[in-house]
């Protein structure tokens, strides 16, 4: 029910096709955008420890354990998101 929502959002503010998460005219897959997204929200949450409170470190190790379970287990719920939203599989999120 979540990914048949996320499918019609996604028809309304695409409706010439679907998301499209590119880079000097490459389309990125969603392996790339997970490693993107991991690569950055673990900088940002060791900023965010050292700027605002320590408590921020729980996400980085949130961020870490996702990626360990998600190369033993093929399964990445960032992926499950945005397979629905239409972006391009890779290699290791089929």
């Known amino acids: 029910m979540l990914l048949r929502r996320m499918r ?3 028809e309304a503010f695409y409706p010439f096709g679907k998301l499209k998460v590119q880079r000097e005219g490459v389309t990125m897959s969603i392996d790339r955008v997970v490693l993107a997204f991991a690569g950055f929200m673990i900088p940002a949450s060791l900023v965010l420890s050292q700027l605002h409170h320590p408590a921020w470190l729980w996400l980085t190790g ?3 354990a ?3 379970q998600s190369a033993f287990t093929g399964c990445c719920p960032l992926a499950l998101v945005l397979r629905a939203l239409g972006v391009r599989p890779g290699e290791a999120f089929h």
């Open 66 to 68: 996702n990626l360990l």
């Open 62 to 64: 949130f961020v870490g």
């Open 8 to 10: 019609r959002l996604n």
